[in-house]
C-alpha cells in the first residue's frame, strides 16, 4: 500500500485541523496585539506657541471651552449643538489663498466620507470675522458644497474666536505686535464625546486625513 494511500482516509479530517489550528492562532494573536487608543491631548503637551500663556501649564481634565457664534445661516450655533458628538475642527478665513484651499478640499472630503454617519459634525471658525459676514460665510458654504446639518462655518467675537483658537483648540499663532490677530495652522482638531482633543492631523495632507477617518472610527468603537 503506498503513503498516499495510507493517509487518504484522514485527508478530510487534516483539512479540518489546519482551519481550526489558522482560527485559533489568528484568535491569540489578536488577543496579544495591543489595540489602537488614541491619545487626549493636554495644554502642556501641545507646542507652546500654539498656546495661551494662561493655560500653558495644564497637565489633565482639559476640555473645549463653552461657546457661542453664528453659522452660515445666520443661526446662534453653540457646543450644545455638538453635544456628544465626534466633530472636527478647524480654523480659516474665505480669502485666503495659501493653505486655506486645501484645508476646505479636504473638509469636504470628510464631509463626503461622513454624511451619513450622525454622530460625527463639522466646524470651521473664521479667523477674520471682520470680513467673514454671514453672507460671504453663506456664499462660501455654497460655493464649496457645504451640508449645513453637517458642516457649521462660524464667525463672531473676534476675542471669543481667538480664545477658543489658543486656549482651548491649541491651533493658532500671535499675531506679532497684535493682540487679537491670528495666524491660523493647517491642524485639523479631533474632539470625542466628552470635548476632549484626541488628534492633531495635517489639513493639507491627504494622507493624514485618512489617518483621521481612520482613528475617528476608533472613537465610534
Request: glycine letters at 4%; proline letters at 3%.
Amino acid at each position: 500500500m503506498s503513503i498516499i494511500k495510507f493517509f487518504a482516509p484522514y485527508k478530510k479530517f487534516a483539512i479540518g485541523l489546519l482551519i481550526v489550528s489558522a482560527i485559533i492562532v489568528t484568535w491569540i494573536y489578536s488577543l496579544l496585539k495591543p489595540q489602537r487608543i488614541l491619545p487626549i491631548y493636554e495644554p502642556n503637551q501641545v507646542n507652546i506657541e500654539l498656546v495661551d500663556s494662561t493655560v500653558q501649564e495644564i497637565r489633565k481634565y482639559h476640555r473645549i471651552a463653552d461657546w457661542k457664534l453664528v453659522n452660515q445661516n445666520g443661526a446662534n450655533i453653540s457646543e450644545k449643538n455638538y453635544a456628544d458628538k465626534i466633530y472636527i475642527a478647524d480654523f480659516f478665513f474665505t480669502t485666503c489663498q495659501t493653505i486655506c484651499p486645501k484645508m476646505t478640499q479636504h473638509m469636504g472630503y470628510l464631509q463626503s466620507k461622513l454624511k451619513d454617519q450622525q454622530d460625527v459634525l463639522l466646524l470651521s471658525h473664521t479667523v477674520t470675522p471682520e470680513i467673514d459676514t454671514v453672507a460671504q460665510l453663506k456664499r462660501y458654504a455654497q460655493k464649496k458644497g457645504v451640508i449645513d446639518s453637517k458642516w457649521n462655518l462660524v464667525t463672531g467675537d473676534k476675542k471669543d474666536i481667538y480664545d477658543l483658537a489658543r486656549k482651548s483648540y491649541m491651533v493658532a499663532k500671535v499675531q506679532p505686535y497684535s493682540k487679537y490677530d491670528l495666524i491660523h495652522t493647517e491642524n485639523f482638531v479631533l474632539i470625542d464625546q466628552k470635548r476632549r482633543i484626541r488628534g492633531y492631523y495635517d489639513g493639507t495632507s491627504l494622507e493624514e486625513v485618512q489617518q483621521l477617518l481612520e482613528d475617528i472610527q476608533l472613537l465610534l468603537n
